[in-house]
């Protein structure tokens, strides 16, 4: 293989990690970025994710910060944007005014061609509907997301009220019928945006060889399963064995530390399973009272403590304090009734990645879970890790990966709100390096 395969462009970092994890199981060597580097591609690679904080930002910020990645990504042989599984976003975007940037900068004739379905986590798609775990979309918990409410099951409309351009819909019947008849049906389209149904891996299987076969130029959009997908096409259809890099992680024992910033529903499971200390972070109080974050670190400070004086250095035995602002979808309205939602999330993020500062670089931690999108990339920043290795799946869409903070590997576990099974805060040590 000349040049990487797959550059994408994801709108958050546990999208990335997600990505990269299943592309990188699949055989491509793969490596996360923490934002647009500044160094060149690297040669030893055939997969570059490019992790951005784009998701909810203003529309002409995810488009700039998309296009300077795309012009690093100049090159790929695929150019993916990797948005949710669930099509997080709102009626201003961010899906629709990115992909309608990169085709403009891909040429003339550019489409974009992609479906978030992803099989192996329950996100499938059928007649341009998004279904999560067999519920209709706009029926599933993600109608009450705290930034992007998903009330819309159907995509061609989410993304027609997001594009200056005509969107498409390739649908499950044509699919049903391999990648040839897919192809065709691309090349008989007029829309430039098309989303494609898929129900299980041989659908998106069908999907990626016909991706590869296309003749114009394409911006591919989806989430892991159809970069997963493309991985695996691209390896069956290649001479070239690729092989992942075994990456040594000499990693300290230290307490372990699980930040939960997420409101999905599934991350209130993990947290209502998790059994041992918990230092609660309420953002009404954060709000009112300045001395509410100097309590915080008090408390904290205090659990690991407590917790370290009797741990093992055993990884698999050693004790984990949960840091969370984890509330219920009420709890959540109630707070961004009162603050505003953007001042709310700002408040917790700030608060939640100082504090894993604090836990890094004063308390020993070096092994973390955090959970939620906006949460994960905040604290990722706040530790000032550049590039992520990606390591064992923890599940499926959750990779270890390990970064380098201040010149120490540290073991992070980025995990999107809704991955994972509910007792996830205690399997995922077993896998942890
Ligand atoms: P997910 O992956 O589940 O979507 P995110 O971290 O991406 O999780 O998004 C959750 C957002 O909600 C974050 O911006 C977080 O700061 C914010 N948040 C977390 N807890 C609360 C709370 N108790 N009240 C209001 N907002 C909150």
Not at 169 to 193: F, K, P, Q, T, W
Not at 289 to 317: P, W
Not at 402 to 429: E, I, Y
Request: proline share 6%; with cysteine; hydrophobic share 45%.
């Amino acid at each position: 293989m000349t040049g990487p395969l797959l550059g994408v462009i994801a709108d958050d970092l546990t999208g990335a990690c997600d990505l990269a994890g299943g592309v990188a199981n699949a055989g491509l060597r793969t490596s996360v970025t923490l934002g647009v580097p500044t160094e060149p591609i690297p040669a030893d690679v055939d997969c570059v994710v490019v992790a951005l904080k784009s998701r909810t930002v203003e529309p002409a910020v995810a488009v700039a910060e998309s296009v300077a990645a795309a012009r690093f990504l100049r090159g790929v042989r695929v150019l993916y944007q990797k948005y949710c599984s669930t099509f997080d976003s709102t009626d201003r975007g961010n899906i629709g005014p990115v992909a309608d940037a990169l085709v403009e900068l891909s040429g003339l004739d550019a489409i974009s061609v992609g479906t978030p379905a992803t099989p192996q986590v329950g996100r499938t798609q059928y007649l341009g509907h998004l279904f999560v775990n067999g519920q209709l979309l706009s029926e599933s918990s993600l109608r009450n997301h705290p930034l992007t409410p998903m009330t819309d099951p159907d995509l061609v409309r989410v993304l027609g009220r997001q594009t200056r351009h005509s969107v498409g819909l390739i649908d499950h019947a044509v699919v049903r019928r391999g990648a040839r008849a897919i192809v065709e049906a691309i090349a008989a389209e007029r829309s430039v945006h098309l989303l494609v149904d898929a129900t299980d891996d041989a659908d998106l299987d069908q999907v990626a060889a016909a991706i590869l076969r296309l003749q114009r130029p394409v911006v591919v959009g989806g989430a892991a399963g159809l970069a997963v997908a493309l991985a695996r096409q691209s390896i069956a259809g290649s001479r070239h064995p690729v092989s992942q890099p075994v990456e040594p992680a000499a990693i300290e024992a230290g307490p372990r530390l699980i930040i939960s910033g997420s409101g999905s529903e599934r991350t209130r499971e993990q947290v209502a399973a998790f059994r041992g200390p918990i230092v609660a972070v309420d953002p009404l109080e954060l709000a009112a009272d300045a001395s509410t974050f100097a309590g915080l670190v008090k408390q904290l400070e205090e659990a690991v403590r407590r917790n370290a004086a009797d741990r093992s250095d055993a990884v698999a035995t050693s004790p984990t304090v949960l840091l969370s602002a984890t509330a219920s979808p009420e709890d959540v309205r109630r707070v961004q009734d009162e603050l505003g939602t953007e001042k709310a999330a700002a408040l917790v993020e700030d608060a939640l990645a100082r504090l894993a500062v604090l836990a890094v670089d004063e308390l020993g931690v070096r092994r973390m879970i955090v959970a939620g999108g906006e949460t994960s990339g905040a604290v990722a920043a706040a530790l000032g890790a550049s590039t992520l290795h990606i390591g064992a799946l923890a599940a499926p869409g959750v990779p270890w990966t390990v970064a380098s903070v201040r010149g120490r590997p540290v073991a992070l576990l980025l995990k999107s709100g809704n991955f994972g099974a509910p007792d996830l805060f205690t399997t995922a040590w077993k896998t942890a390096p």
